[in-house]
């Protein structure tokens, strides 16, 4: 793995395992992936108040995971190109907080 790829994979383990609200990023991020989605539109899908995917899209934003295109309410979201090559190592993430989160679900029944 390049070092760009290996600082990638942490940027990446950091905003969707190491911080508050890191499953629902990678949430957002999979909706962006299948298809460029709008705030309101994402908020709908994902049934969460409008403010939250604001501010999850803001920081996904800021660490050039995704990028936009337009203003205000129209304003659409697409992967960056560097995630769109990576996504790769974002699935592998992923598959690992969804068996975490089954484990989860497993042992409190």
Known sequence: MSSRSRL???????????????VKRAQIIEAIKEEPRNANQLASLLRVDYRTIRHHLEVLEKNNLITSMGEQYGKMYFLSNELDENFTIFKEIWNEIGKKLKRREIGSE
């Open 8 to 22: 990638f994979k942490q940027l990446l383990q950091w905003l969707l395992v190491g911080t508050r609200g890191g």
